[in-house]
């Protein structure tokens, strides 16, 4: 695999799920009038991923075909933006159903691929790199993408478009040619369950998922409190992409820093806790209300970090989850992750009536208590073997 190949499967479905986020709110906003449809929308679709990752990762461990699985969840999820696009005509029920399959499909080609960057990249950092530049690209793009087709059209034109972009991602899907990897010699629920005991007794592997979940928390919000501010700041709710647009665009930014150059000496999980902090004050420094433009230029820097920290993050998901687990580690803290940004939404949208500066300093000070949560993190802890796990090494601290 090719970093290039590797992206053109990668960034369409990133882009289509970016974009999501700040389609819907936007959607219940301007069609609507109800801001906390949106963050339940996006509570629906970003919810089902923690409760469907570790059978996802059992999945991929063990099949012989793991990009045929990214494929079928990348087409179910083109089709539930699409019915997602006829929210109003189509009942609120039936379109929270679909988004919820969505949110099951996505472990497949949101963690599920970042597991086998490692088996295909030589360098696993520079391959971890394009990882997170991937996800930053797609960060971009979507909700770029939504703003103007927001602008232009209307957010039910976004939903479609973005869709469209899901089957574009499956074209690349069809080229790669992942590594299966070595088939277990044990059952699918006793590696289910080795795998879920090994995220929460390996002390290492649980500061790390803990922190990065936490994260989201925070950053699942971001979508909903950029409505609130662009209403407060600008009185137009499609501007609340331009602030979303920005934390993408600083991200970018980073990716392309980090994907260019070799990794520093300073350890990952050092990395990993100072660009979440970093990203955390640039937040609650935009909270103060100087104006949009201010806003959107804090935001743009607390996008600064993103991409180091969740490459660091990354190598250390590889570097503290031996190989017969490893897809498991990946979907479990992927979907987490995804889970608490759907919380962070849905908090977002329950505290609509609270001010965009107010709930942009909460979201930054989560970002901040994520990074504290890292000095848990065990000195000295070393890389783990990549077979089979260890005796004992469930049980590690």
């Known amino acids: 695999m090719t970093a290039a190949s590797y992206l053109v499967a990668s960034v369409p479905l990133r882009l289509a799920t970016s974009g999501v986020m700040v389609a819907l709110p936007i959607l219940a906003a301007t069609e609507f009038d109800d801001l906390a449809l949106g963050g339940q929308l996006v509570a629906a679709t970003l919810g089902p991923s923690v409760l469907a990752a570790p059978l996802v990762g059992v999945i991929l461990d063990r099949t012989r075909r793991p990009s045929h699985w990214m494929l079928a969840g990348a087409v179910l999820t083109a089709a539930s933006y699409a019915l997602t696009a006829a929210l109003g005509d189509v009942p609120i029920p039936l379109v929270m159903i679909a988004l919820v399959l969505s949110g099951i499909a996505a472990p497949f080609f949101m963690g599920g691929l970042s597991s086998f ?88 592997i649980a ?32 501007r609340a992409a331009w602030i979303v647009t920005a934390f993408a665009v600083g991200g970018l930014l980073g990716a392309l820093a980090a994907a260019a150059r070799r990794w520093g000496s300073a350890p990952p999980i050092v ?93 930054g000070a989560v970002w901040v208590l994520s990074a504290l949560v890292l000095l848990a993190y065990p000195r000295g802890a070393v890389p783990l073997a990549t077979g089979p796990i260890p005796t004992g090494a469930a049980s590690s601290s």
């Open 117 to 204: 960057v490692a088996d295909e990249f030589p360098d696993a950092r520079r391959g971890y790199a394009h990882d997170a530049l991937s996800y930053n690209v797609g960060s971009v793009g979507g909700p770029a993408l939504v703003a103007v087709l927001a602008v232009a059209g209307s957010a039910r034109t976004a939903l479609l478009v973005l869709g469209a972009i899901c089957l574009l991602g499956c074209a690349g899907l069809f080229a790669l040619r992942l590594t299966p990897r070595p088939a277990p010699g044990v059952g699918a629920l006793r590696t289910m369950a080795t795998g879920l005991r090994h995220l929460v007794a390996h002390r290492p």
């Open 271 to 363: 990395v990993m806790g100072a660009g979440f902090a970093a990203t955390g004050v640039a937040t609650m420094v935009a909270a103060i209300d100087l104006g949009l433009a201010w806003t959107v230029a804090a935001i743009g820097v607390s996008g600064l970090f993103t991409a180091s920290s969740a490459a660091a993050m990354l190598l250390l998901r590889k570097e503290q989850s031996p190989l017969a687990v490893r897809s498991q580690v990946f979907t479990v803290g992927s979907g987490l992750r995804a889970s608490a940004a759907a919380g962070g939404a849905a908090v977002a949208g329950a505290l609509a009536h609270a001010s965009g500066g107010t709930l942009l300093a909460v979201i």
């Open 207 to 238: 500061i790390v998922t803990l922190s990065g979940t936490l994260s989201q928390l925070g950053a699942g919000g971001l979508a909903v409190a950029a409505v609130a501010v662009a209403i407060e700041r600008s009185g137009s709710a499609e």
